[in-house]
């Protein structure tokens, strides 16, 4: 059982990135899964989340209008598409699966016990 999040790396603002979270050893369709980023001395805060029902979404008001949840069940993958990049979007960002449907709202990094790896997403000229 295992998630592997990648796509991160180094832009500039207003740039774009899309990070993927691959699930592999179980079916990612039936979990909620959310992405979270983290930045040094700071807690996991969640960025977007996705339910596992309806597709239904939620995204922090710090992105809402600029990055995108989605996922794709016949890939076992979930995307996070991130448009018109700032500065302090810079973090490491992790995604993560909850057996529980309605975690994907207001994602609580508790309620998640399936995690990838992280991968470094920096913005910066």
């Known amino acids: 059982v295992q998630l592997q999040a990648s796509g991160g790396g180094v832009v500039q603002p207003g740039g774009s990135l899309r990070l993927s979270c691959v699930a592999s050893?179980?079916?990612?369709?039936?979990?909620?899964v959310a992405w979270f980023r983290q930045v040094p001395g700071k807690g996991r805060e969640g960025v977007s989340g996705?339910?596992?029902?309806?597709?239904?979404?939620w995204s922090a008001d710090f992105v809402k209008g600029r990055f995108t949840i989605s996922r794709d069940n016949a890939k076992n993958t979930v995307y996070l598409q991130m448009n018109s990049l700032k500065p302090e979007d810079t973090a490491v960002y992790y995604c993560?699966?909850?057996?529980?449907?309605?975690?994907?709202?207001?994602?609580?990094?508790?309620?998640?016990?399936?995690w990838g790896q992280g991968t470094q997403v920096t913005v910066s000229s």
């Open positions: 993560a699966a909850s057996y529980y449907s309605g975690s994907y709202n207001y994602p609580n990094p508790a309620e998640f016990n399936n």
């Open positions: 050893g179980f079916k990612l369709a039936e979990y909620a």
């Open positions: 996705i339910s596992d029902r309806d597709a239904s979404t």
